[in-house]
């Protein structure tokens, strides 16, 4: 198959805003996870004494999604009918841009860049999804990160 | 942990690696962190239900690994500018992982000591499942 119409029209389109907490709690958890051993990422104190203002998030962290059962209406993303209905991780870039810090509220918007129906050894074809995401720290407005993620559906 | 480098004593060439253990409580741990509580990824009934040999590591986690070695690498005075990975194959959990940045190019721009990495994750039989690139700011000695 082709792209859709459907389809064509959502590439440039952006996703509702998406507000993530940056936690000491889910600042530790990330770096115990991912096995960080640098203590400004754990420990309050030594992030002020290596001139942080507070618990520093390690490059690629942007904190959690607030989770709201009662407000799931929103869209992270554009949306379109397809048949590809599994879906892989292909891949990710990440831009640090700023040190994103314990106490930040971030927002991220998402821009989905292209979209491209291409062969498939393993499964015919694959539509291949490129988005970019923008996040950016609500306190003083700037842009901490930028990131892009590949999704394969099939 | 890698040691944190300058600009001045990292060679064209020069491989730095992390080794990772993948067992699945540290993927659980990942799973609570990321928020990414697929199946594959922790329970092996599920995943070998889905045809896949045994419980698979996160790609993101992969990705995060690649940035925590570049993070190293620079120290509390350098910057990782950029980093990208493609998840190209699959890791079984269980075996350890070989994370690697060879730095490819040295140069400076507008003021910056920058090295460009050749960077990604290895299997124990040499194969490259997760490969990418990086640019990290370093400083001068």
Known sequence: ?????????????????????????????????????????????????????????????????????????????????????????????????????????????????????????????????????VYTRKSDGAVVAKTRGTGLSY | MADAVTWDEVQEGQEFTNQEETSSQRLVVWAAASGDFYQIHYDDNFAKGNRLPDIIVHGALKGMWVGKLLDELAGPDGWIKRWDVSYRSMDVAREDITVFARATKKYEDNGEALVDFEVGTRKADGSVTTPGTATVRLPRR
Not at chain 1, 9 to 38: H, M, N, Q
Not at chain 1, 76 to 104: C, H, M, Q
Not at chain 1, 107 to 123: C, F, W
């Open chain 1, 1 to 133: 198959m082709e792209l859709t119409p459907e389809m064509k029209a959502a590439i440039g389109k952006s996703g509702d805003p998406t507000t993530y907490e940056v936690t000491t709690l889910g600042i530790r958890t990330f770096a115990r996870a991912v096995g960080y051993k640098d203590p400004i990422y754990f420990d309050d104190e030594e992030a002020k004494k290596q001139g942080h203002p507070a618990l520093a998030a390690p490059p690629g962290y942007f904190g959690m999604p607030v989770y709201n059962p009662f407000r799931q209406n929103t869209a992270r993303r554009p949306e379109f009918d397809s048949p590809f209905k599994r879906n892989l991780n292909g891949g990710t870039a990440v831009e640090p841009l700023a040190r994103v810090y314990a106490g930040d509220i971030l927002e991220a918007v998402t821009t989905l860049a292209n979209l491209e129906i291409l062969p498939s050894r393993a499964y015919g074809q694959m539509l291949v999804r490129t988005s970019e995401t």
